[in-house]
């Protein structure tokens, strides 16, 4: 089969369309004929080094697919099921396997595609408002990346719940899309002194909770933004790491709390995993939520997807095509 294979950390070009044996499932594990794989910038992070992991290997942890074959002792899934994951070990590929019970059936109402663009930045955007900071009808938030993957995302549940969403972007038609995914003010943050703003929106009291993906960049002004006792999550690090902190910080600004989550831990359980995959993709397939496909490349261009994410080009979704 074919596979992006990284063997060494390094830029876009480090990624490798290459030939490599098709995998077998081992016990407990599925192997998915892949229809579309979801990149995310935590391949970003793998590829660069940021986050470790032993190499060489098959890049991708989302896709969504057929499933082709099952290990023994797998209940629950069988041959020709429709199904998505987070978990793939190594998605950017034309097969790849996952945990049995780490799958997600895709219902009816709702394409293979887009349970491959919506299952990662979907559950992200779940878990930020629902459970990192359980957002309140009324409650002023603050959206960064607010035209991103996660960011349309977290401007559309906001307004689900009622919420006053500010969203920064990065240009003008950026700005229109997270508007129109939900944002009733949007700021852009290349020009603007984001705190600034976000007190005069509020009317100087600030957000109860800044959804921060962006990072060193944001950082400072996130802290800022804040209401007292007001909630930092920051989710990401599109622009870098942040520089340590000290907890003193918090108490002088307001009593502030400051939490790093990772999707891993919220979707642990097979319990949270099937509530939060089935509340998304129940929503899309009502028409209650919309996914944006930026673009569909093809899986031989999958540096190309690097490129376009890392150069701040997309707004929404990329898909990669086996
Ligand atoms: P996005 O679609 O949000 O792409 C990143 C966006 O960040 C860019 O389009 C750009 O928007 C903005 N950005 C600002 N500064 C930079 C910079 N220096 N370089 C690149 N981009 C920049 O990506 P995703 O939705 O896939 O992911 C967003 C973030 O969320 C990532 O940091 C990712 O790691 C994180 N994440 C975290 C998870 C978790 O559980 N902790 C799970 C999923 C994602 P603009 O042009 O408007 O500035």
Wanted: net charge neutral; proline share 4%.
């Amino acid at each position: 089969m074919k596979a992006i294979r990284v063997s060494e950390v390094g830029g876009p070009e480090a990624l490798r369309f290459e030939e490599v044996a098709t995998p077998a499932p081992g016990e407990g594990e599925a192997l998915v004929r892949i229809e579309a794989a979801g990149v995310n910038f935590i391949d970003v992070y793998v590829r660069t080094g940021q986050y470790k992991a032993p190499k060489p290997l098959t890049l991708g942890m989302e896709g969504a697919g057929i499933v082709e074959a099952v290990g023994a002792g797998v209940r629950g899934v069988a041959s020709g099921d429709r199904v998505g994951s987070v978990n793939f070990a190594g998605s950017y590929a034309q097969y790849a396997i996952a945990p049995a019970h780490r799958l997600v059936r895709i219902p009816e109402g709702v394409t293979t595609r887009q349970a491959a663009a919506a299952l990662l930045q979907g559950m992200t955007a779940h878990y930020l408002t629902h459970a990192t900071y359980p957002i309140r009808s009324g409650d002023f938030c603050l959206v960064h990346a607010g035209a991103g993957g996660v960011g349309l995302l977290l401007c559309q549940l906001g307004r689900r719940i009622g919420a006053r969403v500010i969203a920064t972007a990065g240009a003008p038609e950026k700005e229109r899309l997270a508007r129109e995914a939900g944002a009733e003010a949007t700021i852009d943050y290349r020009t603007k002194n984001v705190a600034e703003e976000v007190r005069r929106i509020t009317g100087g009291k600030g957000v109860r909770v800044v959804y921060d993906s962006v990072g060193k960049d944001t950082f400072e002004g996130s802290l800022d933004s804040l209401a007292q006792r007001g909630t930092l999550a920051l989710f990401g690090q599109s622009s870098g790491k942040v520089e340590p902190v000290d907890p003193q910080v918090l108490n002088q600004k307001g009593s502030l709390f400051l939490t790093r989550p990772a999707l891993a831990h919220y979707v642990a359980g097979a319990e949270e995993l099937a509530q939060r995959s089935g509340d998304i993709l129940a929503w899309i397939g009502a028409g209650e939520l919309a996914i944006r496909i930026f673009r569909e490349l093809p899986l031989a261009e999958a540096a190309e997807s690097h490129r376009l994410l890392e150069g701040r080009k997309t707004s929404g979704k990329l898909l990669l095509i086996p």
